[in-house]
């Protein structure tokens, strides 16, 4: 399933290497011609392109609803689905948190003792007596 934009370079491209007519173009592909000719009038919205760029550089943990949320106390009156649409086109995503930073140095090896029984441990994970009953 391809969209109508690259329908509308097949029928372009075949058009202008294969010399076909715009309605053989169109049933190659599978267009509609309507389509075709179909010149979009939505204005660009550069400026608020801008100001979710911006927002989302200045708050790199915030997604595109509380982006919304902000642009609508700024007096943007653009709905939250052409916020999401704007917020994909632009590739903007959330930013990951940083990595925790580990420990610095080498732990200290467990002592081996010289006697039995000197040191003793618990697994609180799995829990057995030595008669086999779990405690």
Not at 18 to 42: F, N, P, T
Not at 74 to 80: A, H, P, Q
Not at 95 to 106: D, E, I
Request: proline share 4%; hydrophobic share 35%; with cysteine.
């Amino acid at each position: 399933m391809v969209g109508p934009s690259v329908k509308r370079e097949a029928v372009a491209h075949l058009q202008a290497r294969l010399g076909l007519s715009e309605r053989r173009a169109c049933r190659l592909v599978g267009a509609d011609r309507k389509m075709i000719r179909y010149q979009s009038i939505r204005p660009p919205e550069t400026e608020l392109r801008q100001r979710l760029r911006d927002l989302a550089n200045e708050r790199r943990r915030f997604g595109y609803r509380r982006l919304f949320v902000l642009l609508r106390r700024d007096g943007e009156l653009s709905g939250i689905n052409r916020i999401y649409r704007l917020y994909r086109e632009e590739g903007l995503t959330v930013r990951k948190r940083r990595a925790r930073r580990k420990a610095v140095g080498s732990r200290a090896p467990i002592p081996v003792e010289a006697r039995p029984n000197a040191r003793w441990s618990l697994d609180f994970v799995h829990d057995q007596l030595a008669c086999g009953r779990r405690s």
